[in-house]
Antibody, heavy 115, light 107 residues
Framework: QVQLVESGGGVVQPGGSLRLSCVAS????????MHWVRQAPGKGLEWVAF????????YYADSVKGRFTISRDKSKSTLYLQMNSLRAEDTAVYYC????????WGQGTLVTVSS | DIQMTQSPSTLSASVGDRVTITCRASQSISSWLAWYQQKPGKAPKLLIYDASTLESGVPSRFSGSGSGTEFTLTISSLQPDDFATYYCQQYDSYSQTFGQGTKLEIK
């Protein structure tokens, strides 16, 4: 069955960095586009980043452009989100999701940016 | 960027009611729209994609319609399990956007 498992969340100080991972299984990872979506505590969903099936195209929300980098490793069936220059407003649960209309989601990993 | 506006923000209804949630796009997105259900502490669940296609395993009481800039999600007869928050999402552009959500509460 399709599974997406995120990891790498935690507490980080403002200005710090963190790398999230999303391990995919149960489907042909290299055939699907992938997304990162986040949800701040008590708030709605916010799309963060997109990567094409082969990694050649990447798009970002304006709120993270220049600070976050999405990437993927087909040999490890893993999606990544490198987050630099973190701010308090980046505090959220981060989900990875499959395909253009996000048919499968991971369970999420919590990132807290606080001093 | 394409903005998505959902209404209402909160909806109070009873078991057995028929309810409709509306989502408006700031520009035409053809039929590139999905609907999700989210319960507290859980990841969102896909209900409908391409505006009106029911995801496998989703009960037939859920339906979606619309194209261009106006879309609706209808639940024909509310069940206790349906009380949750619902989001629309456009995927017409690579910079995808979600609506702000509609919380469906028990009256």
């Amino acid at each position: 069955q399709v599974q997406l498992v995120e990891s790498g969340g935690g507490v980080v100080q403002p200005g710090g960095s963190l790398r999230l991972s999303c391990v995919a299984s149960g489907f042909i990872f290299r055939s699907y586009v992938m997304h990162w979506v986040r949800q701040a505590p008590g708030k709605g969903l916010e799309w963060v980043a997109f990567i094409s099936h082969d990694g050649s195209n990447k798009y970002y929300a304006d709120s993270v452009k220049g600070r976050f980098t999405i990437s993927r490793d087909k040999s490890k069936s893993t999606l990544y989100l490198q987050m630099n220059s973190l701010r308090a407003e980046d505090t959220a649960v981060y989900y990875c999701a499959r395909d253009h209309f996000c048919d499968f989601w991971g369970q999420g990993t919590l990132v807290t940016v606080s001093s | 960027d394409i903005q998505m506006t959902q209404s209402p923000s909160t909806l109070s209804a009873s078991v057995g009611d028929r309810v409709t949630i509306t989502c408006r796009a700031s520009q035409s997105i053809s039929s590139w729209l999905a609907w999700y259900q989210q319960k507290p502490g859980k990841a969102p669940k896909l209900l409908i994609y391409d505006a009106s296609t029911l995801e496998s395993g989703v009960p037939s009481r859920f339906s979606g319609s619309g194209s261009g800039t106006e879309f609706t999600l209808t639940i024909s007869s509310l069940q206790p399990d349906d009380f949750a928050t619902y989001y629309c999402q456009q995927y017409d552009s690579y910079s995808q956007t979600f609506g702000q959500g509609t919380k469906l509460e028990i009256k």
